[in-house]
């Protein structure tokens, strides 16, 4: 079969031989961009003009599917339409803004990149990917993406769909996770760049990364604008492109997530400011998988010897969450503090405020509180104010259901 395979890709590299270079390079290109020009999917941000737009789909994008992020785009500009409104946009409401995206460093560095566009450039995104790449947040592909598709700069946005499309057309049996080998692929690239159409080219290749040339299930080769230029296709090797590294296998933490209500509010802390999901919003969580009586315990420690006893516990559904290095095991319950004298429970800085359910100071580690703050929130404050972060979407949609009836 090895022999086979290399058989067929000689006679593949024979048939584009026939062609010059040149004719390879503008044959190639053409066929791309004539494709682009017919079937170019119809994105928000896509044909705006507008660099702001450019970057924000860009950060959006990472790690993150097209058609998740084009509600979360149409919102977020029509609050934040340009570089000024995001630069003086509170973190709280941008996390908010966020939720549900995943990635929340990505809200942080957008707005700490704002502030520097503001202080250094005018309010004008800079346009050479030199100077992009002196941004928070904004790396050797994002800077490439963004100078090439909002400037017109001749870069090679080299994403995954970018060197699938291109690995297998050139048949490349590099290991792409190497800086070097992702060096040489992005040079070859660059001469296929075509004069004043470089965004639209990157694009073309990331449509057809996404849309046809696929990375699990069969690709669809009877589509493709490449696919006369393709070694692999020619080999019958399509899926062997690029070489796959062996995935390393992701951490499974065991979580019990606690949602504890108190009248029509239920509590919710932030997270510390280093590790995952760092400084957002969560209901209280202990490590491993806790039984009813060890929750009591924490509830003693934390509130009172009586709420613990008098506490309503009730089991729910178990979840799991993916992180890309991380997965959580969730077992979860709702828990009902009938008693009301916060002050006496807690010891903690007590205040009600008028605009919302009353704020308690975190104090020592008990349910890990290890942010700042500890809220009673309503259903009003989660949905409008509050960035849980996707992992506790389950209990967030019961917390709300259980809050609104």
């Known amino acids: 079969m090895v022999l086979e395979a290399k058989v067929k890709r000689r006679k593949a590299d024979k048939r584009t031989k026939k062609m010059t270079g040149k004719e ?22 896509r044909d705006t003009g507008n660099p702001y737009y450019i970057w924000l789909s860009e950060i959006m994008l990472q790690q993150t599917r097209v058609e998740a992020v084009k ?46 566009i503001m202080a250094e450039y005018n309010g004008r995104l800079p346009e050479t990917k030199a100077e992009l790449l002196q941004l928070a947040g904004i790396g050797e592909y994002t800077a490439a993406a963004i100078a090439a598709i909002a400037f017109g700069q001749p870069e090679v946005a080299l994403d995954g769909n970018l060197i699938r499309v291109f690995s297998r057309i050139w048949a490349r049996e590099e290991d792409f996770s190497r800086q070097a080998a992702k060096n040489e692929l992005r040079a070859r690239i660059s001469v296929y760049l075509p004069e004043n159409r470089a965004g639209d080219f990157n694009q073309a290749v990331m449509d057809i990364g996404a849309l046809i040339c696929l990375p699990n299930g069969r690709p669809l080769c009877g589509e493709c604008p490449a696919a006369h230029f393709c070694r692999a296709k020619a080999a019958g090797e399509v899926m062997r492109y690029p070489l796959k590294k062996e995935k390393k296998s992701r951490k499974i933490e065991a979580r019990t997530i606690l949602i504890i209500q108190r009248g029509e509010a239920v509590r919710l802390c932030r997270r510390g400011n280093k590790g995952v999901l760092a400084g957002l919003w969560e209901f209280p969580g202990l490590s491993g998988h806790c039984s009813q009586e060890e929750i009591r315990e924490q509830l003693a420690e934390e509130f009172s010897v009586l709420a613990a006893v008098t506490a309503e516990i009730e089991a729910l559904p178990p979840a799991r969450h993916i992180f890309s290095h991380l997965e959580w095991d969730m077992t979860a319950y709702w828990i009902y503090l009938p008693e009301p004298d916060l002050v006496a429970e807690t010891g903690g800085d007590y205040h009600a405020s008028a605009d919302g359910p009353a704020v308690i100071a975190a104090a020592g580690q008990s349910f890990e509180l290890t942010g700042q703050a500890a809220v009673w929130a309503d259903s009003r404050m989660i949905r409008q104010e509050l960035s849980l972060p996707s992992a506790f979407k389950p209990y967030q949609q019961e917390a709300l259901k259980r809050l609104d009836g």
């Open 24 to 45: 390879q390079e503008q044959d190639l290109t053409a066929a791309i961009l004539t494709h682009y020009d017919r079937h170019k999917r119809k994105l928000p941000w």
């Open 71 to 116: 509600d979360y785009f149409t919102r977020f500009v029509a609050e934040l339409p340009d570089i000024k409104a995001l630069a003086a946009c509170e973190e709280d409401r941008l996390l908010k803004l966020w939720e549900g995206l995943g990635y929340y460093s990505r809200a942080r560095n957008l707005k700490k990149a704002a502030g520097q």
